[in-house]
């Protein structure tokens, strides 16, 4: 099993910034990628953006391409989203979630076997 823990959600003007976090615990050896996912209310869930477990790659839906970046830390078993540019549509639920299986990045959330409990972002006008 896998345990996530994220952090970091607000409320935030548009515009602003903020970066969550997300920390891996448990059998992180088996983590192939790592992903964040948002649900705002009456939506399914959307994703946002992914990275491989090594870091070499990462894939960004095309909505917060050049606003968002996704990174992670080796040492901490943590991935990170920053978020700039923030607009009040980024207003949602973001989830973490990690991925057991080849190839590592996928974009759709039945591709990933664990999630964290989600982080409130909320983004004022």
């Known amino acids: 099993q896998v345990q996530l823990v994220e952090s970091g959600g607000g409320l935030v003007q548009a515009g602003g910034s903020l970066r969550l976090s997300c920390a891996a615990s448990g059998r992180t050896f088996s983590i192939t990628a790592m992903g964040w996912f948002r649900q705002a209310p009456g939506k399914e869930r959307a994703f946002v953006a992914a990275?491989?477990?090594?870091?070499?790659?990462?894939y960004y839906a095309d909505s917060v391409k050049g606003r968002f970046t996704i990174s992670r830390d080796n040492a901490k078993n943590t991935v990170y989203l920053q978020m700039n540019s923030l607009k009040p549509e980024d207003t949602a639920v973001y989830y973490c979630?990690?991925?057991?299986?080849?190839?590592?990045?996928?974009?759709?959330?039945?591709?990933?076997?664990?999630w964290g409990q989600g982080t409130q972002v909320t983004v004022s006008s």
């Open positions: 990275i491989s477990w090594s870091g070499s790659n990462t």
């Open positions: 979630a990690a991925r057991p299986k080849f190839p590592p990045i996928s974009t759709m959330a039945s591709g990933y076997d664990y």
